[in-house]
């Protein structure tokens, strides 16, 4: 069971594509799996449209009569796991996803604005916790590295930023490659329709490695419950 | 003298076994909580510490748009009336063009209209703004 969501107040941060490879891994994986898109483009109910193994899955939109809380509510009775895709920026439903989590993934490229923004999701993730008086797994996902053998300077320093700031950072990173921009020209994602292959596997250490998180949340006492 | 055999190996039982596929019930507290900041008071509290910065239309436009009442609003009969509750004038002023590039990018994201993000900022800092002040006059026109 995991609601998870990938949330940055900073846009184009790669929140979207990873909510689409989380989907699609939890189905490749068999498993039981919704979405509720937040972004007003509604771009994960068009790209699962495309892809025939992705088309029954499940994506709830907001209106003024179906908030958040109850949407989730209402997907996580029927599903295992929820994916929440967020809007770039703070918004009203920023804390709202946040507090109904199991997972927060920040994910981040390596500019300075990713850096501010990744930063202040990591506070507002732990004010939610505070909120929510239960412990949030989260992690900083380093989006869009080199997908080549040798790691930038920028990434290792960014990496050292985010540590010095107290944010936990993934080990794995999601690798820049063409494949995750055509997935929706191509209707063809990796860990469907080439597992094994270098990007389907890149995508595999991601997923293996945020779950984990959420299975140590699991096995460790939560000093926050009541 | 017969040799003893050692036992084959076995793998011992975990300490940390994986939980059970379980769904979140939904009387969780977590549901509560994310209703309670949902509220309108705690949205505005929100706003005001600078934690939310853009408001999603669709989930928070009746922060700004009280509902309309029964029969009222969208183009059915009366409705096409203004209820504002004080006569409109013009108001022509300079801001610093970064301001306006954001007021600009909110509306974007939000669809929450400049004039209204203004009237709402000056209500957080203690102006008489009324509710019935606040609709966006031009979704009755457009959809009358």
Known sequence: ?226 | MTTQRRPGLTVPPLAIEPRPSSRVAADDPRFAVAESLERPEAIREAVASGRVRAINAETGVGLLVPPAPAGEGRGVGPASASRRTAPEVALSTKVPDYVLRQLRRRYAESGITIRNQILFALRLAGIEVRDSDLLDERKRGRSS
Not at chain 1, 14 to 20: E, Q, Y
Not at chain 1, 103 to 128: C, H, I, K, N, Y
Not at chain 1, 161 to 182: D, I, L, M, N, P
């Open chain 1, 1 to 226: 069971m995991a609601i998870i969501t990938f949330a940055q107040v900073k846009g184009g941060s790669g929140k979207t594509t990873l909510a689409k490879c989380m989907v699609a891994e939890f189905v490749a994986r068999g498993a039981s799996v919704a979405a509720l898109d937040l972004d007003p483009n509604r771009p994960l109910g068009r790209f699962f449209a495309r892809i025939p193994e992705l088309a029954h899955v499940e994506v709830a939109v907001p209106d003024q009569e179906r908030r958040v809380s109850l949407l989730v509510r209402d997907l996580a009775a029927r599903f295992d796991h929820v994916v929440i895709d967020l809007m770039g920026a703070a918004t009203n439903d920023t804390q709202v996803a946040m507090a109904l989590s199991d997972l927060v993934v920040v994910p981040s490229q390596m500019s300075e604005d990713d850096f501010q923004g990744g930063m202040e999701t990591w506070r507002q993730v732990e004010e939610a916790e505070t909120v929510a008086r239960r412990k949030i797994a989260r992690a900083v996902l380093m989006v869009r590295t080199s997908s080549g053998a040798v790691r930038p300077r920028v990434e290792a320093f960014l990496r050292d930023a985010y540590a010095q700031k107290g944010a936990h950072v993934c080990t794995a990173s999601f690798g820049e490659r063409t494949v995750w921009k055509e997935m929706s020209y191509a209707g063809w994602v990796p860990h469907l329709h080439e597992r094994g292959g270098n990007a389907a596997e890149n995508f595999s250490a991601i997923f293996d490695e945020v779950l984990g998180l959420l299975a140590a949340r699991a096995a460790s006492p939560d000093p926050l419950a009541a």
